[in-house]
């Protein structure tokens, strides 16, 4: 096949495939709306376009030289959107569209544009929802790790507590920890903001790694306290701050600290890489 059929095959691919992925992105748009530990998702494209807007002046010195590879991806994205399709696994159709827009850019533009926007098409995996499975399979030891954690912290403080599973009895008022409190929805939410900041500020290695993972202890003792923090209002000033809009509330509160907890990570580690390089 030579390359203006390929290219030539490669459009039509891409033309049934994004025709085809209508629903498929409608249905994406609709889990961003309905899963809660997603709904940063309506932000991730906005955050892609950003990093490809980073990438400018990298773009313009890569010459164009479309690449064969361009189809490989294209297909495999359709096949992807097929099997998902037709196994009703959502999380396969959706990973066809990193796939197809992969393929789209190697084969109109070349593997060397593909390798620059390599982190943005990677990072926009921060918007599609896990598959049920996996979701519940880290969920649920969070949830439990996150009654543990509270119930410890509550003991620490002198604070009669009683824990029973995923359930948290205190003096006045019993809390169970169910999936919702897990912490998954601010861990990922976390981990995506890590991550971003890890290539806003031009961490490398190591470090980078280090300061991007660092997000999930940071939310898993975050999330601890809140539930902490929870009971400690609910058991001693009102049961209603247990719930409702109180709730709602210190989890933002929570997590706004988490973030904070993040930007000082940064600041001591650029702070240690000044004294090394003073040393």
């Given at each position: 096949?030579?390359?203006?059929?390929?290219?030539?095959?490669?459009?039509?691919?891409?033309?049934?495939?994004?025709?085809?992925?209508?629903?498929?992105?409608?249905?994406?748009?609709?889990?961003?709306?309905?899963?809660?530990?997603?709904?940063?998702?309506?932000?991730?494209?906005?955050?892609?376009?950003?990093?490809?807007?980073?990438?400018?002046?990298?773009?313009?010195?890569?010459?164009?030289?479309?690449?064969?590879?361009?189809?490989?991806?294209?297909?495999?994205?359709?096949?992807?959107?097929?099997?998902?399709?037709?196994?009703?696994?959502?999380?396969?159709?959706?990973?066809?569209?990193?796939?197809?827009?992969?393929?789209?850019?190697?084969?109109?533009?070349?593997?060397?544009?593909?390798?620059?926007?390599?982190?943005?098409?990677?990072?926009?995996?921060?918007?599609?929802?896990?598959?049920?499975?996996?979701?519940?399979?880290?969920?649920?030891?969070?949830?439990?790790?996150?009654?543990?954690?509270?119930?410890?912290?509550?003991?620490?403080?002198?604070?009669?507590?009683?824990?029973?599973?995923?359930?948290?009895?205190?003096?006045?008022?019993?809390?169970?920890?169910?999936?919702?409190?897990?912490?998954?929805?601010?861990?990922?939410?976390?981990?995506?903001?890590?991550?971003?900041?890890?290539?806003?500020?031009?961490?490398?290695?190591?470090?980078a790694w280090f300061f991007a993972l660092s997000a999930i202890p940071v939310a898993v003792v975050s999330n601890m306290s809140r539930i902490a923090?929870?009971?400690?209002?609910?058991?001693?000033?009102?049961?209603?701050?247990?719930?409702?809009?109180?709730?709602?509330?210190?989890?933002?509160?929570?997590?706004?600290?988490?973030?904070?907890?993040?930007?000082?990570?940064?600041?001591?580690?650029?702070?240690?890489?000044?004294?090394?390089?003073?040393?």
């Amino acid at each position: 096949m030579t390359m203006q059929k390929e290219r030539l095959f490669l459009l039509f691919t891409v033309l049934v495939a994004v025709t085809v992925s209508f629903g498929n992105i409608e249905k994406l748009v609709d889990d961003w709306r309905t899963i809660p530990s997603y709904s940063h998702g309506f932000l991730i494209p906005f955050v892609v376009i950003f990093l490809v807007y980073l990438e400018r002046e990298r773009l313009k010195k890569v010459s164009v030289s479309p690449s064969r590879w361009g189809v490989v991806c294209v297909c495999a994205g359709t096949v992807l959107l097929v099997l998902g399709s037709l196994s009703g696994l959502d999380f396969l159709r959706q990973l066809s569209i990193v796939f197809l827009a992969a393929g789209i850019v190697a084969g109109f533009w070349g593997t060397s544009m593909l390798s620059v926007l390599r982190f943005p098409l990677l990072y926009s995996l921060f918007m599609i929802p896990l598959p049920y499975i996996v979701y519940n399979a880290l969920a649920f030891p969070l949830q439990m790790l996150a009654a543990r954690g509270a119930a410890q912290i509550l003991n620490h403080l002198d604070v009669p507590v009683f824990r029973e599973g995923n359930i948290i009895h205190l003096p006045h008022i019993s809390l169970g920890v169910v999936q919702a409190c897990s912490g998954i929805q601010s861990l990922v939410s976390l981990l995506a903001i890590s991550v971003l900041l890890a290539k806003i500020l031009n961490l490398h290695g190591a470090i980078a790694w280090f300061f991007a993972l660092s997000a999930i202890p940071v939310a898993v003792v975050s999330n601890m306290s809140r539930i902490a923090m929870t009971g400690l209002l609910g058991s001693f000033l009102d049961p209603a701050l247990a719930e409702g809009f109180f709730h709602l509330f210190s989890g933002w509160m929570v997590f706004m600290f988490a973030f904070v907890v993040l930007v000082i990570e940064l600041k001591t580690i650029r702070l240690l890489k000044g004294l090394t390089r003073v040393a």
